[in-house]
DNA sequence: AAAAAGATTTAAGTAAGCTTAAATATTAAT
DNA sequence: ATTAATATTTAAGCTTACTTAAATCTTTTT
């Protein structure tokens, strides 16, 4: 399959996993920097390939097929980063830009080398979980966004769930990764901002932030 | 640059290296499995690019800035090559076949993240020299074919110049690698074959071999 | 040196993956 | 419930990287 196919249904996969939006070409589009009319077209076709249902107007979505393929590339995308996040102490953000890359041009003879090399983890360095050879994500997801949490407890940071680099720079200069503690001070839910304490630094941070932020509780 | 491109001054690169041939467009499709109408094509795109000189029926010739891409691709091969033969302990065939994927999908910066990992190594698992980030290649290379050796003395292996799993699975057979040492015991000139001791076992290669097979003389 | 064989080039055409512009349908706002 | 705004789709066209077939040139053989 093509690389332009695979971003496809990589699109629709996360597009229906993370938002609110409906999966509707104008949509997957604007993700993949294509113009609408480019990514009707490739609907239509996949359609015809049985990746995915396609009706006019209405949402895509994708087949059991589409969604094994999503989750075949998901899964390389997230071994990649794993591997380049523990040999090169890249930061999260050059590992996604480059994992993004090499996820279509890799076997799944090599993708298993790598997990194996790896003790087949669970989890990639954003806190993502990778699937198994098969497809299957084996973990549960408990954690809930920044936004739900409640005032005066105490959280693990599960989840990074973030392509740009703006963003990690900031969580990276505030101590804000992968398994580290936070307590939640402050919920300004009229203004929709969250105020946490973190490594004896207090942060306040707005919606776009706290919803793709992603926390367990300390119990 | 494409993969197109990419592929095309490393054939026409790897050509002129190792080759008697004269690089034209036919031999360059013929390494590419591609028409010989469409390399011509392509050579004619990348004379206005300023990559190769060409003229009607006569050989290619990279330019210094084609030669700057090939060997910017031929370092990332072999620098991929040798971190996954390192880590995940695969065959020279495997190593070559995902590495001739994933050479087009490597930044430069990751090439020097891996090349910095693997402590700047001066060739690869083939013996095949790998270039610096200026595209230069420090090492000079003593070697000879093994067809080009004397009755009687010692060699150690400097290079296994092939791509074909075939070949590969013979050499890991007879353990010819990397390194070994090898006495070729008689040189048939006549029927240009070579018979050599390795391991205590005898082996009789004829010249497809002899030509790939490279050694350094033990003194 | 002429003929035959073999390469190279030209020409015409194809598929994938896009583009922009116009037409049509849906959704939101008044 | 219209109208206005927004999305989606259709249509036509472009570029890249190929293909096959025919024409042209070069090399080899006799």
Same mark, same amino acid.
């Given at each position: 399959m093509s690389v332009a196919i695979e971003n496809f249904v990589k699109a629709i996969y996360k597009n229906d996993k993370h938002n609110v939006n409906n999966t509707k070409p104008g949509n997957i589009a604007k993700k993949l920097g294509i113009s609408n009319a480019a990514a009707t077209d490739m609907a239509k076709k996949l359609a015809t390939r049985d990746l995915l249902h396609y009706e006019k107007y209405q949402a895509l979505q994708l087949t059991e097929k589409g969604n094994k393929m999503a989750l075949n590339v998901v899964r390389k995308h997230r071994l990649w980063e794993t591997l380049l996040f523990q040999l090169f102490d890249m930061s999260l953000h050059e590992i996604h830009r480059e994992a993004e890359l090499l996820e279509h041009q890799t076997s799944d003879f090599l993708a298993s080398e790598i997990s194996e090399f790896l003790g087949n983890p669970k989890f990639d360095p954003h806190g993502d979980p990778i699937p198994n050879a098969q497809g299957d994500i084996t973990t549960e997801d408990t954690s809930l966004a920044l936004s739900? #949490?409640?005032?005066? /407890? !105490?959280?693990?940071i599960s $989840? @990074?769930? !973030?392509?740009?680099?703006?963003?990690?720079?900031? %969580?990276? @200069?505030h101590g @804000? /990764?992968?398994? +580290? %503690?936070? #307590?939640? #001070?402050?919920?300004? $839910? +009229?203004?929709?901002? #969250?105020q946490i304490s973190a490594n004896n630094n207090t942060i306040l941070l707005n919606e776009d932030f706290t919803n793709i932020i992603y926390v367990n509780e300390i119990k």
């Open positions: 739900q #949490t409640q005032e005066g /407890k !105490s959280y693990v $989840r @990074l769930m !973030s392509d740009d680099k703006e963003f990690f720079d900031f %969580c990276a @200069l @804000l /990764k992968y398994g +580290n %503690c936070i #307590t939640v #001070t402050n919920q300004f $839910r +009229n203004n929709k901002m #969250t």
